[in-house]
């Protein structure tokens, strides 16, 4: 209940890659300098790409993870998402350049991270 707006979707940070169209619905909203906004709706032919803390962390937080989140909205809102990630037994310990990376402190393969990283919803990696 980050500033009283009834959300479809909590706010929340990706992990990896996310490769999402929203066929020109509204809701999204990024955090941005602590407040939220609406992401442009994506039309029939583009698509948004969210990179997730692990890449964040793997790439030397070039590029930031966003946290985001869904509002309600008055009508049937549909996307389609896509997730990308690593294979189960891929090494995460290190970033491009070598430093060790946050998740790098606890687990060493991106499979021990995602488990905990989603929790115990079901997987659909590799």
């Known amino acids: 209940d980050f500033d009283g707006t009834l959300l479809r979707e909590l ?14 619905n509204g809701g999204l909203e990024v955090l941005y300098k602590n407040q939220y906004r609406a992401v442009p709706v994506t039309g029939e032919n583009s698509f948004i790409v969210n990179i997730g803390k692990l ?17 309600e909205v008055d009508f049937d809102r549909y996307s389609v998402t896509y997730f990308l990630g690593p294979q189960f037994d891929a090494d995460i310990s290190r970033s491009m350049t070598g430093v060790l990376t946050d998740a790098g402190q606890k687990y060493t393969i991106f499979g021990e991270w995602i488990k905990d990283y989603l929790g115990a919803i079901e997987l659909f990696y590799y």
């Open 11 to 24: 706010e929340h940070i990706d992990s990896t890659v996310t490769v999402l169209s929203t066929f020109n």
């Open 55 to 71: 890449v964040d962390d793997l790439i030397d937080n070039k590029v930031p993870a966003v946290r985001h989140r869904v509002a």
